[in-house]
């Protein structure tokens, strides 16, 4: 099983819809959580960090649940901008980031 | 506007070159990664540096990739010989972490795209 993981989509909605995705991981003894947003050809841009419960920035809302070992990212009012890979990053023991394969999300006019 | 470059952005060569990838964290930082990007096998950690100590490496193939911090503007990544298969985008990313508490947010450069033939 891999330590951070994500549905692979495509998820294809309408502007203006709202759209979650999930991203589980395996080790519980993870602290901090990542969003970043991929670009096709382009590096990953850091979205937003999840420390404790939660994070809101705007239309986008980061949820974290460790019961579950699963942090959620909500996009509300979808725009066509937002099209883009969406991956999920967890600290590990490691102390590095081990990174979700990524799921991809495509905004319709 | 603080971000990490690196060069070159795209490289080809053949199969047997040696293949050196450098990287410019951002002023301050004191942690250096090294990422591989697949289509295959997605984002893969090679290597990361603390304060230009080398802290993991255990991603790296050892025989053929090296990775250094000469100092604390420069990092490079090194693969000799390369083979077809380490075709890929290579990341490097940068942070600052002063202790166990520290949030840990990476920031990449625009990678440096290989090909070897």
């Known amino acids: 099983r891999k330590e951070v993981e994500q549905d692979p989509g495509p998820f294809n909605v309408p502007e203006g819809a709202t759209v979650a995705f999930n991203c589980t991981y395996s080790?519980?003894?993870?602290?901090?959580f990542f969003w970043y947003r991929q670009d096709c050809r382009k590096e990953p841009k850091l979205l937003m960090s999840?420390?404790?419960s939660g994070n809101e920035d705007g239309r986008f809302t980061a949820q974290l649940n460790r019961a579950s070992q699963y942090i959620s990212l909500l996009i509300r009012d979808s725009k066509l901008s937002d099209s883009a890979t969406y991956l999920c990053a967890a600290y590990t023991g490691r102390r590095a980031l081990t990174f979700g394969s990524g799921t991809r999300l495509q905004v319709q006019p | 506007d603080a971000r990490v470059t690196q060069t070159p952005r795209d490289k080809v060569t053949e199969m047997g070159q040696e293949v050196t990838m450098r990287c410019q964290p951002i002023l301050g930082h004191n942690t250096v990664f090294w990422y591989r990007q697949t289509m295959m096998q997605g984002l893969e950690l090679l290597a990361y540096f603390r304060n230009r100590a080398p802290l993991d490496d255990s991603g790296m193939p050892k025989d053929r990739f090296s990775a250094e911090m000469p100092d604390a503007t420069l990092a490079t990544l090194k693969i000799q010989p390369s083979e077809p298969r380490d075709s890929a985008v290579y990341f490097c990313?940068?942070?600052?972490?002063?202790?166990?508490?520290?949030?840990?947010?990476?920031?990449f450069g625009p990678g440096t795209r290989l090909t070897v033939l």
């Open positions: 080790n519980s003894a993870s602290q901090s």
């Open positions: 990313a940068s942070g600052l972490v002063l202790g166990p508490e520290s949030h840990n947010e990476q920031f």
């Open positions: 999840v420390y404790s």
